[in-house]
């Protein structure tokens, strides 16, 4: 519920100053004479003297005169056939429609000045091209101004490919930097960024000067996406560019010629902006004060009056956040007056909002509300999805103050599905550019499920989850695959539907009528009868924004409200979302007694959700803090990856919080298994690890994870017959550099001893060692086998993730972004039995535990097991040597054989496994192992780093 900051970028002010920086209307070359009989000539004298009266015409204004001059000469020069007079002609004339914004006009009369100079084969050809060109970007200006995005992106894109064509590099340059806005205002933030590098390019290229360069654009897009230091980065650098002395640069129609103080103005102001969503104020407001003290040289009043604008609206803010409201309201009221006298409708309704937002603190709720619609209206006018998304999450948190929450619900879905239309924009940015989105948006989505969950609409709020989630993954690898639902967003219930709707068309009638009164306003001289129809059209606002006003309260709205309120709401209304979602189904079909354990942690608890195949979803709340819960699970991660630490009590607390909330619940549903996807930080920990005080929890349930119910498809069933490719790296040492991390590597002797017995257990088993099991050889025959079973090192590379590798048999590491060109839509099962192949470095958000192993998933693998931390070779070797044992067995699904493994481990009895496999692993691991390893196993260092994810059957 933060403050919509404004630095306003160079095509901004470009719009607001008028089109400016466009190339200078170019004269063509004298008519050329022709061979004419006698009376030809005599036209043709008469066609030169109409074209001269016309341009005299023109030069005095009186352009209907002049229009009528070009087409009487056009007439003859048609009659005679002179080639040379019909272009000069349509040229004229396309300038007069050009000058009209008659543009579809003017630009018919260039191209036939083309075709007539192709003909002619004379130098008009390049100037026709050089008008056209043009003429597109000047009509792309005006299709922005009118907020006509797509459309003016179609005209700035036949310029450009004129512009190279005549390698006009300059005019490339300004019409990249107009997409580029356009882009971001559409949220399309990686458009948005691919057109400003172009552009920053070309500027290399060509060592430009005018304006602030595309620095401070490149920044801009680093700020929307979270990305500050980046951001600081690009602004700095556009600072000390506008400060280089002797520069200038152009503003406006005028040609005004000024310092480039107004480049050092707003790379000020967004420096300041930058501090301030890093909640550093005081610095904030010391580069917002710098700002305001160089605009004071500023001479152009235009240009003066819009940054004095977005400077006193940031100072304004700066108060807010410091409990100095009324100091903060007259400098936000002060900007908002500034830049309704100008039009600029995108700060207009920045400002609005802010406004609004300090009404909000004051708890003058009346009047936040007043300012917050006013701001979406301006955000629908324009189309900025950015402002859009925040406008309706602080609409959604005004309702909630107001005890509103369904009505709430309603804005802060259409939030959501805002920003999670911009996401599936910025899918081709890197790893890091979308997780920093994620970051600025994720606790907006956790603020929905709260409170879905306090309406105790339990589906509801997994489906926002599942959002989130599919969002961590999709910023943590790359390029994953949503599904066909998860792309939509978060549904909306049949009476959410309808009051969306009834909004939505105060809304469309509001912005319809505002761009006839901004249209009539624009004209200099108005007629009686526009006179008029201002006075109708404001009146007419009025009653609009009373309809806002009153919206809320109408009994139409109460009405469908009431069917969404805990007490009355309908059950069909439940049914439509499972439907949507499916969770029972897949269940069912599972026949396997599961259940799906959803926990969300929020700040001042953990909700858990359980689904089950035969009734509704269960919800039970655990008061913990967010703060409490990670202590726990960071006392438990490290208490796992030490055999020495006895990792009971804390697996308990965490078993308490996680677990016994459930207990009755799972004892109804006669569980078995448990379908997990967990949230944050709980994945660092394997949910098998936890201890209900007498036994582990894998002793009582398998359990497979899963990243979002929506992901992954949990019934089909694996193939009859195993047949494996094992791998193993066992002896040699290597040494790499991979991102910005040095690794080292040996072989791992138990490696050798696991695929043996592997081999010797599983009899279609092809046995890779060391130089054997190299890339090139083995890839191509990995479609011939439905398990895959690396026995190496793996390694994710904290910071960057598409580093994250693991290691063949020769040393050549592969990283996920090789294994995504795989094709592994045969293979049943991944077993990255490695260091490290499920985390690396510190914990954090959790994503990254999935590593590898999703991967996997991704590239077609319908189940992966990899690790959660930095195993034991002869503890893995036992326990994937007790897995495929297990797994040998008649309807053993491969989450049972890991949980018989897991469970031959802790209480080294393996006659569960099958008499005679039982008795040859028993045998295995005493031969292979030191005698304090053997009677090590029980801890969970040795058999829980192991989780399986995906498919357990």
């Keep these: 519920m933060g403050l919509k900051l404004v630095s306003l970028s160079f095509a901004t002010l470009l719009l607001v100053l008028t089109s400016a920086f466009l190339l200078p209307t170019l004269s063509l070359s004298p008519a050329v004479a022709q061979t004419l009989s006698d009376q030809d000539q005599a036209q043709k004298a008469k066609a030169d003297r109409l074209l001269r009266e016309g341009r005299r015409r023109n030069a005095w204004d009186n352009v209907e005169g002049a229009l009528s001059n070009f087409e009487d000469a056009l007439l003859i020069y048609q009659e005679i056939g002179d080639k040379a007079g019909m272009g000069e002609t349509f040229y004229h004339i396309g300038i007069i429609y050009e000058e009209r914004e008659d543009y579809d006009q003017a630009l018919n009369y260039y191209q036939r000045l083309l075709r007539m100079s192709r003909e002619l084969d004379n130098s008009d050809r390049e100037r026709a091209l050089i008008l056209i060109s043009n003429l597109y970007r000047t009509y792309g200006i005006h299709l922005v101004e009118q ?29 990249l930097k107009y997409m580029g806005f356009v882009y971001s205002i559409l949220g399309e933030y990686q458009l948005a960024l691919a057109a400003y590098q172009r552009a920053l390019s070309i500027e290399q290229d060509m060592a430009l000067v005018a304006g602030d360069g595309v620095n401070f654009e490149v920044g801009q897009i680093y700020k929307l996406l979270g990305q500050y230091d980046l951001a600081l980065e690009s602004y700095q650098q556009a600072l000390e560019r506008a400060r280089i002395p002797g520069r200038m ?60 604008a977005s400077t006193l609206h940031n100072i304004g803010a700066v108060y807010f956040k410091q409990g100095k409201e009324e100091l903060a309201l007259e400098y936000l009221q002060q900007a908002l007056t500034i830049s309704q006298s100008f039009g600029h409708k995108q700060s207009e309704g920045a400002f609005l909002l802010n406004i609004g937002r300090v009404h909000f603190e004051l ?21 900025d999805k950015g402002d859009q998304g925040h406008t309706l999450n602080n609409i959604g948190y005004l309702l909630e103050a107001q005890n509103q929450p369904e009505l709430a619900i309603i804005f802060f879905k259409q939030a959501v599905n805002v920003r999670e239309a911009i996401r599936d924009n910025i899918k081709g940015l890197s790893q890091d550019q979308q997780e920093s989105y994620t970051e600025t948006i994720a606790d907006d989505y956790r603020h929905l499920a709260d409170l ?23 910023d943590y690898l790359n390029n994953v695959r949503g599904t066909g639902n998860t792309a939509k967003g978060v549904p909306n219930l049949p009476p959410e539907q309808q009051v969306t709707e009834n909004y939505q068309a105060i809304l469309d009638q509001a912005i319809t009528l505002g761009k006839e009164l901004t249209q009539l306003r624009q004209k200099s001289n108005r007629t009686p009868e526009e006179e008029q129809r201002i006075a109708q059209l404001v009146e007419t606002q009025e009653t609009i924004l009373a309809d806002f006003n009153t919206f809320i309260e109408s009994d139409e709205v109460e009405e469908l409200i009431s069917k969404l309120t805990p007490k009355t709401r309908r059950p069909d209304l439940v049914d439509e979302l499972e439907d949507f979602i499916g969770l029972q189904d897949n269940l069912r079909n599972l026949h396997q007694n599961a259940v799906l354990l959803y926990p969300l942690i929020l700040d001042d608890r953990i909700e858990l959700i359980l689904t089950t195949p035969d009734s509704p979803p269960i919800r039970r709340t655990v008061t913990v803090t967010k703060e409490q819960l990670n202590q726990e699970i960071l006392t438990l991660h490290q208490a796992l990856r030490n055999p020495t630490i006895n990792a009971k009590a804390p697996a308990q607390k ?23 996807a967990p949230d944050g930080q709980l994945r660092y920990i394997p949910l098998a690890a936890l201890h209900d005080g ?11 994870n899963i990243t979002a119910a929506s992901l992954t498809e949990l019934n089909t069933k694996p193939q009859s017959q195993l047949k494996i490719l094992a791998g193993a790296f066992t002896k040699g040492n290597y040494s790499f550099t991979m991102g910005q991390e040095q690794f080292e590597f040996g072989g791992l002797p138990y490696a050798g001893v696991e695929v043996e017995t592997l081999a010797a257990t599983v009899p279609n088993t092809t046995q890779l060692f060391d130089n054997a099991f190299n890339l090139e050889d083995t890839k191509p025959k990995m479609g011939d086998y439905n398990v895959l079973h690396f026995a ?9 993730p598409e580093d994250s590798f693991i290691l063949f048999g020769d040393g050549t590491p592969v990283t996920i972004a090789d294994v995504r060109n795989w094709n592994l839509n045969n293979v049943d099962l991944v077993v990255l039995s490695a260091c490290e192949t499920g985390l690396g470095g510190n914990l954090g958000t959790g994503a990254e535990i999935l590593g590898l192993g999703y991967q996997m998933q991704r590239a077609g693998a319908r189940a992966a097991i990899a690790s959660l931390w930095t195993v034991d070779d002869g503890g893995t070797q036992a326990l994937m040597n007790a897995f495929y044992a297990a797994w040998q067995g008649e309807a053993i699904t491969k989450a049972e054989a890991l949980r018989q493994a897991q469970i031959a481990l802790i209480t080294g009895d393996y006659t569960a496994l099958g008499e005679q496999r039982g008795a040859r692993v028993a045998v295995r691991v005493r031969n292979g192992l030191k005698p304090e390893v053997v009677n090590r196993l029980s801890h969970p260092y040795y058999w829980a780093p192991f989780i399986l994810i995906g498919n357990g059957l």
């Design 792 to 800: 190496t090192h793996g390694a994710i590379v904290v910071g960057t």
């Design 147 to 175: 907020n006509q995005y797509r459309e003016a992106l179609d005209k700035f894109q036949q310029a450009l490919v004129i512009y190279r064509k005549i390698r006009y590099k300059r005019s490339q340059w300004y019409t």
């Design 654 to 676: 965490l078993y308490n919080w996680l677990i016994k909330p459930l207990e009755n619940d799972l004892a109804a549903a006669d569980a078995e298994t448990l379908i997990y």
């Design 452 to 474: 879905l969950l306090q309406q105790n609409r339990i589906l509801e709020a997994q489906r926002v989850l599942d959002l989130l989630k599919v969002q961590e993954l999709d």
């Design 249 to 308: 640069v152009v503003i406006g129609r005028g040609g005004g010629a000024i310092g480039d103080i107004v480049g050092e103005v707003q790379a000020l102001n967004a420096i300041g902006n930058v501090h301030f969503q890093l909640k550093q104020y005081e610095l904030a407001l010391d580069f917002y004060q710098q700002a305001s003290a160089v605009l004071k040289t500023v001479a152009n009043k235009e240009s003066k009056k819009f940054l004095e």
């Design 363 to 383: 708890e003058q709720y009346g009047l936040a509300w007043d300012f917050y619609q006013q701001a979406l209206l301006i955000n629908q006018e324009t189309g």
């Design 694 to 704: 007498e036994q582990w929890l894998v002793q009582r349930y398998r359990i497979n």
